[in-house]
Every structure is written in structure tokens, then in C-alpha cells.
């Protein structure tokens, strides 16, 4: 079955940087655009960034454009989620995604990333 497992998360000072990473198995990863999200407490979650099946093109949340960048390795099922510069209000949890269609629209399980002095 489809499973997307992130990792890296924690604290992190204000100005610091993590790198995200999310593990893919259960479908052929290569076909597919992949895209971060974040939720925090009492908000709808929000897009971040995504990136299509070759990596050849993404796109990025305004607030996070010049700070954030998507990458993805197809040849370890793995997107990452490179974030510099960051700030109080990066702090969430952040969901990887992947969807082919309505009934095919999968989320790993969240890791949660605190930006606080």
C-alpha cells in the first residue's frame, strides 16, 4: 500500500535551517507530482511546495518563495523539503502529499517543525 513517512523535523532558532525528507513506497514514485504542506492549530492546511514527476518544474507558497526549496531523488523514492531562513511563523507540521485522482490522494504523517528562540 501507499506509505509517505517524513522525517527531520524538530526545533530550531529563528534564522536556522532543517531539511525535510519524505519516503515513498507503494506506487511508482517517478510518475507523480509530490508536494509539502503545512497545518497549524485552527487553520486549513496550507500548500508549501510541489514538485513534478521529473523535478522539472515546482512551485512555492508566497511566503516561503526564496527561503524553501523542493528536491526529489527518484531514485530512492525520496522529496525533500530544504528550509533556510526560517521563522516563527514556519513553525506547523508539515504533511508530504501525493495524488493521482480522487480516490487516490494519499498523506504521510506529519512532522512537526518549531521555530523559536
Known amino acids: 500500500q501507499v506509505q509517505l513517512v517524513e522525517s527531520g523535523g524538530g526545533l530550531v532558532q529563528p534564522g536556522g535551517s532543517l531539511r525535510l525528507s519524505c519516503a515513498a513506497s507503494g506506487f511508482t514514485f517517478s510518475r507523480y507530482t509530490m508536494s509539502w504542506y503545512r497545518q497549524t492549530p485552527g487553520k486549513e492546511r496550507e500548500l508549501v511546495a510541489a514538485?513534478?514527476?521529473?523535478?522539472?518544474?515546482?512551485n512555492y507558497a508566497d511566503s516561503v518563495k526564496g527561503r524553501f526549496t523542493i528536491s526529489r531523488d527518484n531514485a530512492k523514492n525520496t522529496v525533500y523539503l530544504q528550509m533556510n531562513s526560517l521563522k516563527p511563523e514556519d513553525t506547523a507540521v508539515y504533511y508530504c502529499?501525493?495524488?493521482?485522482?480522487?480516490?487516490?490522494?494519499?498523506w504521510g504523517q506529519g512532522t512537526q517543525v518549531t521555530v523559536s528562540s
Open positions: 502529499r501525493t495524488a493521482w485522482g480522487a480516490r487516490d490522494d494519499y
Open positions: 514538485i513534478t514527476n521529473t523535478g522539472g518544474s515546482t
